[in-house]
């Protein structure tokens, strides 16, 4: 009980003491009056102490009342800003006039502030109000509303710019009206939201046909702005898959790109090239004192202290590449920035999966429209070879009956020798023609190709400049084919003769054969190109390449980049006819400065080989005294038809010709049994050579029959009636050949 309520409380007793004292009572004069005034005395103590009494407890309990409150305000705003503090998102409390009347410590860390410093602001100091699209206005908006949302951009006591979303509602503090803002940092989120935005923008680009080098620097781009202070790189896997290519680092020095461009892929290559021979994240936190980065100058040069890699794979799990991060101080990637790199190497992924995807399908298109071209031009060519050859048989054949009928000593003589070899030659170039076109006949058989390279090894040395090596690597199991061994032959010698024409002094040329299995996936990838187990035939040159526009057109007739009068142009394209004729695959790579490979793929074949057919004998010469066989004669060409009716008639044959199978027919029927041999075109108007010799064969069982002519269209001869009575000669033929191969069939 405090002091002055027991003040007040003596006070009281006091005058009661008072009115009962005997000073007291000599003051009243009878003792009526005196009982009478002491009981008034009396009361009004009683009265005056007990509202004494009461006022005192009052005061005393309205005391502790405050204290109390006081007690209970001190610890509500003690919990109050307990709880302010510890709410883990930023919050400012401010004036309409923007001055900062409270922070929490979520504000202070999230800016850098201390509490003093924050006090001292306006809102409009830490509010980048400026970079908000469409003007700052909080104010009107809480006016309007009550409440306001946005997002802006904040000022951190370091001078960057974070992005921060903002909750505001109208408030009263102390006394006045304020503004409560909830700041919550959205940093993660518009990461999140501008990696998605750059994906789009990626992928927007692939579809309008970027070039991948645009592609692969938008990323670089986005990831350096995400990471301040990093600078990045793209690094492709080469076609053998063995290095590493530069792909994109706009940020990166000149020289540090090319010193890393053909990066090997090997362990302790570096971060990257680490990265991708172990196919898995290389994290270098300090280049200088790292053993994959011994030695490595550029590094140094270039200020680059730590290289994060992380290995680039397509949705197949085919290696692409690699991305890099680099820094100019030592340090590890934190989770974010290992979720950045990790993302990175998934945008880069995608990136070059959709452009090699696009350039394989226009290059599975070229591929199309080229082998379509050379069909067509190889169908052209063998026409033009079959009429060609038709003009040439004439020549030949009246050639030998005017050389035949000159002495020896006649001066015309050596001009007919002069006719002969200038036919020779053009009947040279028309083989060459059918064979690109695919039209000459075949005598095909199993061989080894080891066998034939190695027959032929010394021929090829010679054939070529003495200057010019000729190494071979040959299948240890041997490389089984079924094929046609001059054909064969023949390509070898093309090949090596186009090899030494691209090396200019010393050379090398490497022929190896292998055994090879080609998947289903290859030979989409290569149309023409079939699966299943082959031989493939690699002739490897160390010359002078050439660029992609000659590639696309070396396996043409007539095409050739030397010098005038130094080639025709149908080496590589009867190479081309020979190999699609034997149902197998030709390629050719090079590049400018790196030598050219030609790989030829032939279909493999089991079982025992065998060596070339013995040489066929020579042919029996003319017979002059023929007797009286009769010959019927059926070719719609009226020079090869009067040709060969004068040619046999003069060598004692009686001859009946025939410019249509119907014509024929009838003149076989007129003459019955008389007929001794059917020397007929293959190709004519109203069915072909063999189709008349079936009609014939029927009524005459034992007539045999020569077809001449310039290609086959893939007709098989043998075995359309008549068994071992077919025979064949090409065109064009001397007289000497059409006299023996009818020799040879009436036998």
Known sequence: MTLGVWTLLLAGASLLQAAQSPATATLIPSATSSYSVNKTVFWVGAVFTFYLTAASLFLYLNVRRRKSLEKVLRMTEAKFRQLFNSAGDAIYIHDLQ???????????????????QFLGLTLSQVDSAERIP????PIEMLKQHGSARYETLHRTARGEFIPVEVSARAIDYDDRPAILSLVRDISERKSIELREKTRLQILEEMASGAPL??????????????????????????ESGEKLQLGAAPSLPDFYNQAVDGLRIKHGMGSCGTAAFLRERVIVADIDNHPFWKG?????????LACWSEPVFSVNGELLGTFAIYYRSCRTPTAKELSLIESAAHMTSIAVGRVRSDESRLNLEMQMRQMQKIEAVGQLAAGLAHDFNNLLTPIFVYADIVKRSLSEDDPNRGKIKGIISSAGKAADLTKQLLSFGRKQILKKETLDLNEVIVSLYDLLQRTIRANIEIKTELAVDGAAVFADRGQLEQILVNLAVNAQDAIKGNGLIVVATQNVVIDPELAKLNPGMKSGPHVLLSFIDDGCGMPEEVLAHMFEPFYTTKPLGRGT????????????????????????GQGSSLLVYLPSVGGETGSASAPA??????????GAQLILVVDDNELIREMAVELLESSGYRVLAADTPAKARELA??????????????VMPEMSGPQLYEILVAAQPELPVLYISGYTFDLKLQGRGGGDRVNFLPKPFTSEQLLSGIQQALK
């Open 569 to 592: 142009g149908l080496g590589l394209a009867t190479v081309y006819g020979i190999v699609k004729q034997h149902n197998g695959f030709i390629k050719a790579l090079s590049e400018v």
């Open 296 to 304: 490595f100058e550029p590094a140094r040069r270039a200020g680059l």
């Open 669 to 682: 029927q007129s003459h019955g049994d008389t007929v001794a041999l059917l020397v007929t075109d293959v």
């Open 98 to 116: 923007n001055h900062i009347l409270e922070v929490n410590q979520a504000a202070c860390d999230l800016m850098g502030f201390s509490r003093d």
């Open 213 to 238: 080098e645009d592609l692969l620097s938008y990323i670089v781009r986005f990831v350096e702005q995400e990471s301040p202070g990093a600078l990045c790189s793209v690094l492709l896997t080469c």
């Open 134 to 137: 469409g003007g700052y206005e």
């Open 617 to 626: 004998p020579d042919p029996p010469e003319p017979s002059r005294s023929a």
